[in-house]
């Protein structure tokens, strides 16, 4: 038997973030993991699918050539060529993480395991175990359907195909409009799919980004020859061959589509099944991990982080490693673990054009009980916005009850919204803003460079301030 400090089941970011931070806080670490360092993130979700969006801005800005006086055609895509560029970033993420773990002395151990009764030891299939003084559950999560909807992974597929990109679609219908949906509906069009349709039930496409991103979206996706439909319904999926007949019931109205992709997009379901979790009476009805806010479960010494645990955590690769941060630290007793603030995270899309917020939407202030003034700042008056050919904005929700600072007195900023040009960079700095409860004022004093994208933040609180400057 192994024992060390920590045992973490699953190497995602989430259960990677714990060795990693725990082996620099002294502390030995034993992680096993049923396939590949990097987990879902680095090898199915997060990098598989940016290398994909990546090629799909470059053909984008190649139709678009003749804007900038360029006479570019694309004259063809090499699938196996664009894999082996997702395979190459991959494989070189997944070295450099594999030398870093082996370099900070975290012993990985290979196979599925499962936790003992104990709630301690890890049982691994290879017929090793690992004991530990914590043990750290971080097995992620996994696709899920929709009833009725079989996946074949052929016609009918998820992110899992995907993200392996097998053929370009023709005609693709995606259902679900969160994030893993809007990209690939967003790539499949750059990629020359003809037909893309959206369809989402919830009543608007990212429904969970202020509605003013959401209409923004539905806008550029339209002008982009992308259909969403929202509320919408799907009632049946037929396969025939390699054609699939997808029943829509939208507005009153029921609508067929002939499709050759039919991409499920619904979500995610935590990866907790059957790995000795019930015994320790940790899970939620929804398989979803209870936890507190320092990630520790009602089984003493037993942690868990990442995608299996329930709302408000957020599915997001950045959250899994904060809490492995959180874990790590509050295990070793070192440092200032900080519970995670789910509102001060980033959520990011990585459609064409972008969408990232972070803290309040309007409607969120309003509900929890602010009068708020809200203000938005278009790329379309900022150089590199007008350069790259956004439409998109900077949407600030500004909270009206005063502090006295910054020479006056004025409201928080509690969220910012952002749709355009390299969104999800942009909302980094958004992120001091809204997690530091700075005022409008405070960030109009800020100079930032010019020309650059980055001054679009800036111009929406020099507006909130009271003092725009490129605005009409
Ligand atoms: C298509 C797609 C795109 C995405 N894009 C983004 C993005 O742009 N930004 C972002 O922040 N997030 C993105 N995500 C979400 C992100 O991938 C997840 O939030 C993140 O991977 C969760 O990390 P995790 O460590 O909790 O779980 P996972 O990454 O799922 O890792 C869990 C690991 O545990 C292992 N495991 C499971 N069970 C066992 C067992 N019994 N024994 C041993 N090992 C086991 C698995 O093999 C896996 O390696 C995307 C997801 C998808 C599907």
Known sequence: MDATDIVVLGGGPGGYAVALRAATRGQSVTLVESALVGGTCLHWGCISSKALLHVGELLDQVRESGRFGLDLTVNGIDIDGVNAFRDKVQSQLHTGLDALLKARGVDVVPGRGTVADDGRTVLVDSGRRATGRALVVATGSQVRSLPGVDVDGRVVITSDEATRL???????????????????????????????????????????EDPDLSRALARAFRKRGITTLAPALVESVKVDGETATVTVATGGDERRFEVDTVLVAVGRAPRTDGIGLDALGVLEQTGHVRVDEWCRTAADGVYAVGDL??????????????????????????????????????????????????????????????????????????????????????????????????????????????????????????????????????????????PTLAEAVGEAHLAAAGTPFHTH
Do not use: C, M
Request: charged share 20%; glycine share 12%; proline share 6%.
């Open 166 to 208: 097998p053929r370009i679609p023709r005609r693709a219908l995606v259902i679900g409009a969160g994030a893993v949906g809007l990209e690939f509906a967003s790539l499949y069009r750059s990629l020359g799919a003809e037909e893309v349709t959206v369809v989402e039930a919830l009543d608007r496409i990212a429904p969970l």
């Open 309 to 450: 645990l329930a709302p408000p955590a957020l599915a997001l690769a950045h959250a899994g490693f904060a809490e492995g941060f959180l874990v790590a630290d509050v295990i070793a007793e070192v440092g200032r673990g900080v519970p995670v603030d789910y509102e001060q995270v980033p959520r990011v899309t990585y459609t064409a054009p972008e969408v990232a917020s972070v803290g309040l939407t309007e409607p969120q202030a309003v509900q929890a009980g602010h009068e708020v003034a809200v203000s938005s700042y278009s790329f379309r008056g900022n150089a590199k916005g007008i350069i790259h050919g956004s439409d998109g904005f900077v949407k600030t929700v500004v909270a009206r009850e005063g502090e006295d600072r910054a020479g006056g007195e004025s409201g928080q900023v509690l969220g910012v919204h952002v749709i355009g040009p390299h969104a999800t960079d942009l909302i980094a700095e958004a992120q001091l803003i809204t997690s530091w409860g700075a005022l409008p004022a405070e960030v109009a004093q800020l100079v930032h460079p010019h």
